[in-house]
């Protein structure tokens, strides 16, 4: 499909602004992250926050371990990289015992966790583009937003726990060897094409997750 390596094509094509956002500006998502990590959202904004992850998380959990044993998709997957777990325990951090009857996925979540199920029941590739898109995104930055959020809210290493990746030591070399994964794993230009598309509508239901966390954030202002 192209002379540069997979790895390259997919970071430069999958993740295009969404329609609507120029690409001079920034997305939703760096938006809604910059004003956290400024003082310009609260507490309960992050809680908001943590709270679709663990829904987004959650189908992802459990479409990797539905392709465990498939051995391209099994290339990806690192039980270092399992958040699912922390969330959890942010939550409960945050919110208390009682923490899932106290949220609820939004109608964007809804439609982000079942475009997850329905493509990873159904294609490597795809499912490999979902994993692509949150996890490597998740390793960019996690220490600086972590350590902003610590002196932010107060939090000690509770309530951030989403971002301690504690068996990730080196994340850059990390991304470096996922990368050439991506680029070894031999997909025709079909399949190829097939990620970098799924790759986008996962970076574009992201980015509507966040237009509408925003949204929300304005309404209870």
């Known amino acids: 499909m192209s002379t540069i390596p997979f790895s390259q094509a997919l970071r430069d094509r999958g993740t295009r602004p969404v329609s609507g956002v120029g690409a001079s500006g920034p997305g939703a998502s760096e938006r809604f992250m910059s004003d956290l990590l400024t003082g310009r959202r609260t507490r309960d904004d992050y809680i908001a926050m943590v709270a679709q992850n663990f829904f987004v998380y959650g189908a992802l959990e ?42 609820a996925p939004m109608p964007t979540t809804l439609r982000y966790v079942d475009r997850i199920e329905r493509v990873a029941a159904v294609s490597t ?18 220490a600086i937003i972590r350590s902003i959020m610590q002196r932010q809210f107060g939090f000690d290493t509770n309530g951030i726990g989403f971002y301690v990746f504690a068996d990730i030591a080196k994340p850059k070399e990390f991304k470096s060897t996922y990368r050439r994964q991506l680029d070894n794993v031999g997909w025709s230009a079909n399949e190829q094409q097939l990620v970098i598309d799924e790759a986008q509508t996962a970076h574009d239901l992201t980015e509507s997750l966040f237009a509408e966390l925003d949204g929300r954030a304005v309404r209870a202002a």
């Open 62 to 103: 459990r479409a990797a371990e539905a392709r465990r044993s498939d051995p391209v998709a099994a290339m990806f997957m690192s039980p270092s990289l399992t958040r699912l777990p922390a969330i959890r325990e942010d939550l409960r951090f945050l919110l208390g015992e009682g923490w899932q009857s106290e949220i």
């Open 125 to 142: 590739g795809g499912f490999v583009a979902h994993h692509y898109t949150r996890y490597l995104g998740d390793l960019s930055g996690c």
